[in-house]
């Protein structure tokens, strides 16, 4: 009978055990989602748009700073108001940037702008098409010519006229030529009224329209734009867009906040088949000289472009980000060598225009007529490679292979011999551990995952006390 309970007290263990586990696969699923960055072909052709600094709309298109609104809700009484802007521009800080924490300091600082508020004027010409007015303000006034008389429909004095323009356009509107005529209704006025120019201050740019501040590219290749100013000294990085001044290449910010400086700076960087190296000059350079301490000073130029199909093994995916030439002589007497009795190592600055993830290689093609891949790794926005042999090199890469799902024909061969694959059929219970994951071995627990550990205890600890206290009650009975 003790034992019989004491095996019931197990069972009971057991259950409480299984009870406080989760499923397993529960948490498995991958949470959150990678976003992707389109091109929106409605914001533009795809050449660069020409840009004028000053106004541009929100498209980047040129923009002469006038909007123009028309109301038509009275067909015989156009109103078409134009507004004119015009930026009342400020002094810029003359703060030295390279002071301040969060702006990148690798680039060079110049173009500054500073909008204070905008002047807008306003008028408005209503054009009458008909429009009907009273028959208080008309008379009729008769002329004759040439032995005939003719009457003319016309304000009854000047008063009623000046009472009219003013209903219609304002204090200090005037009016072209306006002519009156007669209807089976009553009379009609056509002709136009202009209103008087009116100024105004506004601290906010028009909805749809930006003010330009922009910089010719140069040399540059690698732009960056921020705000800031004295009073807060907050300072925000904005975007940058492309276009052209002319026929020279720009890029430029849009101004969407008055009152604050903004600043574009410049800088090149290392670009598919544009590569900068890291030489002995304190920037890198497209070219220039490498000092070993081996007694070795490397010198590094653009080169030609090499043969791919000269390199056995080289992926048909393969793309080039620049080809250069490494020439290598005696620090002491100048002398040339081919080839050194040490490796050296070189430093590509990675390009900025290559995207992440993928995998590096330098393609040489030695003076002795054999061609080499040389591994680089990328670390710390530098591609690295050594060799002992100098000639003419090609950094090339290619994009990292997606995973693939194993087939089941390739699970079968990949089973150990004498292994046998568990069948979750048999049990309905067994949790779905790797339905739906790309890798092949099963999900385990491990062993130095704790994290159900005090379930597992306290689980335990019940179950031996319900025995205990069985065992107890049958001592009492005997």
Same mark, same amino acid.
Request: charged share 25%; with cysteine; hydrophobic share 35%.
């Given at each position: 009978?003790?034992?019989?309970?004491?095996?019931?007290?197990?069972?009971? +263990?057991?259950?409480?055990?299984?009870?406080?586990?989760?499923?397993?696969? +529960?948490?498995?699923?991958?949470?959150?989602?990678?976003?992707?960055?389109?091109?929106?072909?409605?914001?533009?052709?795809?050449?660069?748009?020409?840009?004028?600094?000053?106004?541009?709309?929100?498209?980047?298109?040129?923009?002469?700073?006038?909007?123009?609104?028309?109301?038509?809700?009275?067909? &015989?009484?156009?109103?078409?108001?134009?507004?004119?802007?015009?930026?009342?521009?400020?002094?810029?800080?003359?703060?030295?940037?390279?002071?301040?924490?969060?702006?990148?300091?690798?680039? !060079?600082?110049?173009?500054? @702008?500073?909008?204070? =508020?905008?002047?807008?004027?306003?008028?408005?010409?209503?054009?009458?098409?008909?429009?009907?007015?009273?028959?208080?303000?008309?008379?009729?006034?008769?002329?004759?010519?040439?032995?005939?008389?003719?009457?003319?429909?016309?304000?009854?004095?000047?008063?009623?006229?000046?009472?009219?323009?003013?209903?219609?356009?304002?204090?200090?509107?005037?009016?072209?030529?306006?002519?009156?005529?007669?209807?089976?209704?009553?009379?009609?006025?056509?002709?136009?009224?202009?209103?008087?120019?009116?100024?105004?201050?506004?601290?906010?740019?028009?909805?749809?329209?930006?003010?330009?501040?922009?910089? /010719? =590219?140069?040399?540059?290749?690698?732009?960056? @734009?921020? /705000?800031?100013?004295?009073?807060?000294?907050?300072?925000?990085?904005?975007?940058?867009?492309?276009?052209?001044?002319?026929?020279?290449?720009?890029?430029?910010?849009?101004?969407?906040?008055?009152?604050?400086?903004?600043?574009?700076?410049?800088?090149?960087?290392?670009?598919?088949?544009?590569?900068?190296?890291?030489?002995?000059?304190?920037?890198?350079?497209?070219?220039?000289?490498?000092?070993?301490?081996?007694?070795?000073?490397?010198?590094?130029?653009?080169?030609?472009?090499?043969?791919?199909?000269?390199?056995?093994?080289?992926?048909?995916?393969? =793309?080039?980000?620049?080809?250069?030439?490494?020439?290598?002589?005696? /620090?002491?007497?100048?002398?040339?060598?081919?080839?050194?009795?040490?490796?050296?190592?070189?430093?590509?600055?990675?390009?900025?225009?290559?995207?992440?993830?993928?995998?590096?290689?330098?393609?040489?093609?030695?003076?002795?007529? /054999?061609?080499?891949?040389?591994? @680089? &790794?990328? @670390?710390?926005?530098?591609?690295?490679?050594?060799?002992?042999?100098?000639? !003419?090199?090609?950094?090339?890469?290619?994009?990292? +292979?997606?995973?693939?799902?194993?087939?089941?024909?390739?699970?079968?061969?990949?089973?150990?011999?004498?292994?046998?694959?568990?069948?979750?059929?048999?049990?309905?219970?067994?949790?779905?551990?790797?339905?739906?994951?790309?890798?092949?071995?099963?999900?385990?627990?491990?062993?130095?995952?704790?994290?159900?550990?005090?379930?597992?205890?306290?689980?335990?600890?019940?179950?031996?006390?319900?025995?205990?206290?069985?065992?107890?009650?049958? =001592?009492? !009975?005997?």
């Amino acid at each position: 009978m003790r034992l019989r309970k004491l095996v019931l007290s197990a069972g009971l +263990a057991v259950t409480l055990v299984a009870s406080a586990i989760p499923a397993l696969g +529960a948490n498995l699923a991958p949470q959150g989602s990678i976003g992707k960055t389109t091109y929106d072909s409605s914001t533009g052709e795809a050449e660069p748009v020409a840009v004028t600094p000053g106004w541009v709309t929100d498209k980047g298109a040129s923009w002469d700073g006038t909007v123009e609104k028309t109301d038509d809700t009275d067909t &015989t009484k156009v109103a078409k108001t134009t507004y004119t802007y015009t930026v009342v521009e400020g002094t810029p800080s003359s703060m030295d940037l390279l002071v301040r924490e969060g702006i990148d300091k690798t680039y !060079t600082y110049g173009e500054r @702008a500073l909008v204070n =508020k905008l002047n807008v004027t306003s008028q408005t010409v209503y054009n009458l098409d008909k429009y009907k007015v009273s028959d208080t303000l008309v008379d009729k006034e008769t002329s004759d010519g040439n032995g005939e008389t003719s009457s003319t429909l016309v304000f009854k004095d000047k008063d009623t006229q000046d009472t009219f323009i003013k209903n219609i356009g304002g204090e200090g509107a005037t009016a072209g030529v306006l002519t009156i005529e007669s209807t089976t209704n009553g009379y009609t006025v056509t002709g136009t009224i202009t209103s008087k120019e009116t100024e105004a201050t506004e601290a906010t740019l028009p909805d749809g329209y930006g003010y330009v501040i922009a910089t /010719t =590219k140069g040399d540059n290749n690698d732009f960056k @734009a921020y /705000t800031y100013d004295d009073g807060s000294a907050l300072l925000n990085e904005v975007a940058l867009e492309e276009g052209k001044i002319g026929d020279d290449a720009a890029v430029y910010a849009k101004l969407t906040t008055l009152g604050v400086t903004y600043v574009i700076g410049g800088k090149t960087s290392s670009v598919a088949n544009g590569l900068l190296f890291d030489t002995d000059s304190t920037a890198d350079q497209a070219a220039g000289k490498v000092t070993f301490d081996e007694g070795y000073t490397a010198t590094i130029a653009k080169g030609d472009a090499l043969d791919k199909t000269k390199f056995e093994g080289l992926s048909e995916d393969a =793309k080039s980000a620049g080809a250069f030439s490494i020439a290598v002589t005696l /620090t002491s007497t100048g002398a040339n060598r081919t080839e050194t009795e040490s490796a050296l190592t070189f430093k590509i600055a990675r390009p900025i225009d290559v995207a992440e993830g993928v995998t590096w290689y330098i393609l040489a093609a030695h003076t002795d007529g /054999t061609f080499e891949i040389i591994p @680089a &790794t990328e @670390a710390g926005g530098y591609i690295t490679f050594s060799t002992s042999k100098f000639s !003419t090199f090609e950094l090339v890469y290619t994009a990292a +292979a997606a995973a693939e799902d194993p087939t089941e024909e390739q699970q079968q061969e990949e089973q150990q011999p004498g292994e046998q694959q568990p069948d979750d059929s048999q049990d309905p219970a067994t949790p779905e551990i790797n339905k739906g994951r790309s890798d092949k071995s099963p999900t385990v627990v491990k062993s130095g995952d704790n994290s159900m550990m005090p379930i597992v205890v306290v689980s335990l600890l019940l179950a031996l006390c319900a025995g205990s206290v069985a065992v107890y009650k049958e =001592k009492k !009975t005997l």
